[in-house]
């Protein structure tokens, strides 16, 4: 396995083990600093360090999107963390990703918004019956990462 790495971007290994990644989790902070984590599906955009992920239509408590906890403790502290991983019994095949950054609610008025959508399904073909035309995503843009075990091993 690999040491544990820091670096300000993503290198290429991160990149790839990221954007193979089926899901992640999404951390944020509670206003009373309380850690909210939940598992978010995403896409990571062509370039950079930057990801994108629905307020879509799965069941939740509340149908207003503005109202979700991730999306109103966005808006007091858009300090964020992503946590992506690989389990296997294999141990020499266990690989984590963190990155810290900050986030924002974007409108679907975005200029890339259609193309986030297209991403989004082709991704997770369940989008296909949800309107993520009309709905908010939230953009993470990754500031510092850190990846330890075997991120840039391929599962076979």
Do not use: N
């Amino acid at each position: 396995m690999s040491a544990m790495t820091t670096s300000s971007i993503l290198s290429a290994a991160q990149r790839r083990f990221l954007m193979s990644a089926r899901r992640i989790t999404l951390v944020t902070s509670a206003t009373d600093g309380t850690p909210r984590p939940v598992p978010i599906c995403f896409v990571l955009a062509d370039e950079g360090a930057v990801l994108f992920t629905p307020v879509d239509e799965k069941p939740k408590r509340t149908d207003d999107p503005m109202a979700l906890a991730r999306v109103r403790d966005i808006s007091a502290d858009p300090r964020v963390a992503i946590l992506a991983d690989r389990w296997d019994e294999d141990w020499t095949r266990l690989a984590w990703l963190r990155g810290v950054g900050t986030a924002g609610v974007t409108p679907p008025s975005l200029a890339d918004h259609a193309g986030i959508v297209a991403a989004l399904r082709a991704k997770y073909p369940q989008y296909s019956a949800h309107r993520l035309e009309a709905r908010p995503l939230i953009r993470v843009t990754i500031e510092r990462v850190t990846s330890w075990g075997a991120v840039g091993r391929r599962q076979p």
